[in-house]
């Protein structure tokens, strides 16, 4: 027996060296892996970026211009190190870059190339239009490059002093719209039951999953707040291209005649009708432009550094670093609840913010970017009266509102001291709507039933699986309307208004920013720019204050490995080169009607959202 122990702990024995040596072999190569990485970034000085005399800034967004990235900062920056993150780009990056560039002398020309731009809103595109129009009046050109141009893309161009596109490119100019997915069939044909709630005629959030086309409430509101968007769009264009407005529209609604007209040459139509100033590929076009600024390095037809690469080797203009505080908070995305990451209105992670800001002494006052569509009703109510308890601590709260802040964004607002938006933003939606979908005749189909006893007559009744009773129906509905009342209520006193006077404006209907101020539910229209102008007036602050944006922040350990790995990938071309993941349009709508439908079933909340963000492609 003794024998038999001794040649099993023998066994055992090399078998647990084997793997302790395998271990530490493993762990020591992890180990001079790492430091080899760093010693190549550490003395690998060929990357560094200098912004040299005579350079072009090179504005080129991608992706979806919003206010905030989503997700946490670490992960984002480690999946953007593996290129494997949807882009996108910040407003405020774009406004920054293009600001100290105006006054940096070294930056002698502003090329503005679109063509990685999938999406952004009208109020943001209005926010940049003001930026490059104080960069033109330094005295420095713009020049907008494109092999194609969309309709949004397009409205950044012709903020340039000359447009070139490509001699074989397109330019796409169609219109706005305001089109859905709509399923009742589609839930009829799956027994799928829908028990809608709603107050307000043109409140048409859930309409898709009760009908097979748009109201004709629906259909009025939505072509009227359109319709304002689409004529500052075309003014925009005239006023940038110095075509008449008649022109714009009559060249877009015979634009069939015209190209035909044109042989089918988009391009060609394009500088005929005074669109665009050049017609050039590339190669020329970085040949033009080597004239103006010199010859680039490497695969670069011109001198030039873009705008991410320039915000991370120059410095901030003008920034003050005394006096009180002006600080902007963010809040991008539906609202609900709990604590969320970055991309969502969390109404515990917003709070906590807010919170802190309020127990800042060195903070005079809070500027709320709000870009939100809406969504929950509580968590909407909850950021209300944070944004009051903000006011009433002795903090100047103001809101500007981004591309859309309606239904529960503009909810949020109310808390404010001032509201103010872009004429082109998308708010009001005064409304509120509840749904909840059950699916008994889905089941039976497949021969599964709910069936069970309770103590009462509502006991085990809300569930996704049986029908919903009428005393249930009745309870939800009382509910919303009670919701909707507080909501006209608030306004009311938020806006110094009667509630009379507000139901001419609510009952879900929504507004651009122009159309909102002309009816008393905005105090001003303007620019963020403006917004913290005006939040250093009412706070009193005169010119003594600077501004800083509260957002979730890396540790200094976790920026460091970013930075570390991401140098590393790149210096030994370990990065992935992969195809953008773009929009499919039918498809991401189509997914996101179904993950709001699977959220809510089984369960009911009220919602003071809107389906009308909408960025223009």
């Given at each position: 027996m003794s024998s038999e122990k001794s040649l099993l702990a023998t066994i055992f024995g090399t078998i647990w060296r084997f793997i302790n040596g395998a271990r530490l072999i493993v762990l020591n190569a992890i180990f001079f892996l790492f430091l080899y990485l760093f010693l190549l970034v550490l003395f690998d000085s060929d990357g560094?970026?200098?912004?040299?005399?005579?350079?072009?800034?090179?504005?080129?967004?991608?992706?979806?211009?919003?206010?905030?990235?989503?997700?946490?900062?670490l992960d984002r920056a480690l999946l953007q190190a593996a290129q494997q993150t949807q882009p996108e780009t910040r407003l405020r990056d774009l406004l920054e870059a293009i600001r100290r560039a105006e006054k940096d002398d070294r930056i002698t020309l502003l090329v503005v190339d679109p063509g990685e731009l999938w999406s952004i809103g009208l109020a943001s595109l209005l926010e940049l239009e003001q930026a490059i129009e104080q960069f033109k009046s330094s005295g420095k050109s713009v020049i907008?490059?494109?092999?194609?141009?969309?309709?949004?893309?397009?409205y950044l161009a012709s903020l340039a002093d000359e447009v070139w596109l490509h001699s074989e490119g397109m330019l796409w100019i169609d219109g706005f719209s305001a089109y859905r997915n709509f399923y009742r069939d589609g839930l009829d044909m799956l027994q799928v039951e829908i028990n809608l709630f709603r107050v307000g005629e043109y409140k048409s959030a859930m309409e898709p999953f009760v009908r097979n086309d748009m109201s004709a409430e629906a259909r009025e509101a939505n072509l009227y707040w359109i319709g304002s968007l689409w004529q500052q769009y075309l003014e925009g264009i005239s006023r940038n291209r110095g075509v008449p407005l008649e022109q714009l529209s009559e060249g877009i609604n015979d634009f069939a005649n015209r190209l035909e007209g044109a042989d089918g040459n988009f391009g060609q139509l394009a500088f005929?009708?005074?669109?665009?100033?050049?017609?050039?590929?590339?190669?020329?076009?970085?040949?033009?432009?080597?004239?103006?600024t010199g010859p680039g390095e490497g695969s670069e037809g011109y001198r030039q550094i873009d705008f991410m690469n320039y915000l991370a080797v120059s410095r901030p203009q003008d920034v003050a670093s005394a006096g009180k505080e002006i600080a902007i908070i963010v809040a991008e995305g539906p609202i609900v609840r709990g604590l969320q990451p970055q991309g969502l209105v969390g109404a515990e992670s917003l709070t906590r913010s807010l919170r802190s800001l309020g127990r800042n002494k060195n903070v005079a006052a809070v500027v709320v970017r709000i870009?939100?569509?809406?969504?929950?009703?509580?968590?909407?109510?909850?950021?209300?009266?944070?944004?009051?308890?903000?006011?009433?601590?002795?903090?100047?709260?103001?809101?500007?509102?981004?591309?859309?802040?309606?239904?529960?964004?503009?909810?949020?607002?109310?808390?404010?001291?001032?509201?103010?938006?872009?004429?082109?933003?998308?708010?009001?939606?005064?409304?509120?709507?509840?749904?909840?979908?059950?699916?008994?005749?889905?089941?039976?189909?497949?021969?599964?039933?709910?069936?069970?006893?309770?103590?009462?007559?509502?006991?085990?009744?809300?569930?996704?699986?049986?029908?919903?009773?009428?005393?249930?129906?009745?309870?939800?509905?009382?509910?919303?309307?009670?919701?909707?009342?507080?909501?006209?209520?608030?306004?009311?006193?938020?806006?110094?208004?009667d509630q009379a006077e507000i139901r001419q404006v609510a009952g879900g209907r929504v507004w651009s920013g122009s159309q909102a101020s002309e009816r008393g539910l905005i105090d001003q229209t303007g620019s963020l720019k403006q917004a913290i102008d005006a939040a250093a007036r009412i706070a009193g602050l005169g010119g003594e204050y600077r501004t800083r944006y509260v957002e979730s922040e890396m540790s200094a350990f976790e920026s460091l490995l970013v930075d570390f790995t991401a140098s590393a990938a790149v210096r030994l071309n370990l990065v992935p080169a992969l195809d953008p993941v773009i929009p499919l349009g039918i498809v991401?709508?189509?997914?996101?009607?179904?993950?709001?439908?699977?959220?809510?079933?089984?369960?009911?909340?009220?919602a003071a959202h809107c389906f009308c963000d909408f960025r223009h492609r």
């Open positions: 560094t970026l200098i912004v040299k005399q005579s350079s072009a800034l090179l504005l080129n967004p991608r992706g979806a211009v919003v206010e905030q990235y989503s997700g946490s900062p907008a490059l494109a092999d194609h141009l969309s309709q949004s893309q397009y005929e009708a005074g669109l665009v100033d050049r017609l050039v590929n590339r190669p020329e076009a970085n040949q033009l432009l080597a004239r103006m870009n939100s569509p809406g969504g929950d009703a509580f968590a909407s109510e909850r950021l209300r009266r944070e944004l009051q308890a903000l006011r009433d601590s002795g903090k100047t709260v103001v809101v500007s509102m981004g591309d859309v802040a309606a239904s529960g964004g503009y909810w949020i607002a109310m808390g404010a001291d001032e509201i103010w938006a872009s004429p082109s933003t998308i708010t009001g939606s005064i409304g509120v709507t509840g749904m909840v979908p059950t699916f008994s005749r889905t089941l039976a189909k497949l021969g599964i039933y709910a069936d069970g006893v309770g103590t009462t007559a509502l006991a085990g009744k809300l569930r996704s699986d049986m029908p919903m009773e009428e005393d249930l129906k009745r309870i939800f509905q009382s509910a919303t309307e009670r919701t909707y009342e507080d909501f006209i209520k608030l306004v009311a006193v938020a806006r110094g208004m991401d709508e189509l997914l996101s009607d179904l993950r709001l439908l699977g959220n809510i079933s089984g369960r009911f909340s009220l």
